[in-house]
């Protein structure tokens, strides 16, 4: 990370007061240098469900505004609530023989694995994957995808377009946002985990002048940015009620909550033959990739 008090060309270049070298300059100098030690904090460990930071300490001897910030040789234990591996399920050699099961998993498969499914990238170990995934959440099917963020951003373009109708909660990740803005669909906001506001939008959309030919709801398990369960035991009797498909992202949920970490449904003991689409990623709970 270039030293911001000294690493400024066009400042040099113009001969200009450190303070008011180009607007980059105004905000880190006034802003940023205030709080610099809460970013961009060094670790010295792998980031599980804790995390040792270094300590820095501000440099006595410097003369002048907004001291660096020095590396010392002391750490702080810190619980994780930064990166995917929060839960520290993708940790190093968590498991019992997981060094081995990797040794023999780049041995035996082809190099291709790594490559798309329409290129080469499909095999009937992912196929077993799929299979295995429906069996343990009671659904009919599953497929698998590289990236969870790429899971809600090209399926749900696939699921719905134009003269569809998308009835999306208000604080939905922004992978779901970016899917419903790529699709085509005509998209309708709710209030967060209400379920009646919930049902004021679809009985709009139905009774209306305006006739959809899909109408697809989007929520999440739990909200990532807000950390609450869905409202899925209200949410769901409305959903079937207006003939409206129930999309549930599970990415943070699934594995996590559940007695046997089916995710909400399970925690909420809500069946899930009601719910049309299921969506969740293995960077969580499953210390993997791809959703």
Known sequence: IPDWRTNDPDGEKHGLPALFRNKKGVYIRVLY?????????????????????????????????????????????????????YLGFGGVDKYRNSAQILRDAVTKLPISTASPSSELGYLPVHRRLEKQIAKF??????????????????????LVGKGDLIVSD????????????????????????????????????????????????LIEGIYSMEGDLCNLKEILPV??????????????????????????????GVGTKDISIMMGTFSKSFGSSGG
């Not at 590289?146 to 899971?151: I, P, R, S, V």
């Not at 049902?199 to 109408?215: D, N, S």
């Open 33 to 85: 240098a205030s709080v610099e030690d809460t970013f961009n904090r060094p670790i010295a460990s792998e980031p599980g469900d804790h995390i040792d930071c270094i300590i820095r300490e501000y440099d006595r001897a410097y003369r002048g505004y907004f001291a660096p910030l020095r590396l010392t040789n002391r750490t702080r234990r810190c619980l994780n609530l930064s990166s995917y591996n």
């Open 137 to 158: 959440l009671g659904k009919e099917d599953c497929m698998l995808v590289g990236m969870g963020f790429a899971t809600n951003s090209t399926v749900i373009p696939a």
């Open 170 to 217: 208000q604080l939905n990740h922004t992978s779901i946002v970016q899917g419903a803005r790529e699709s085509g669909a005509k998209i309708k906001p709710f209030i967060h985990n209400d379920a009646a506001d919930l049902e004021r939008v679809l009985q709009e959309a139905v009774m209306g002048p305006k006739k959809y030919g899909k109408i697809l709801v």
């Open 239 to 268: 959903c079937k009620y207006y003939g409206a498909y129930v999309y549930l992202d599970e990415a943070h949920s699934i594995g996590a909550i559940g007695p046997t970490g089916k995710g909400v449904t399970e925690e909420l």
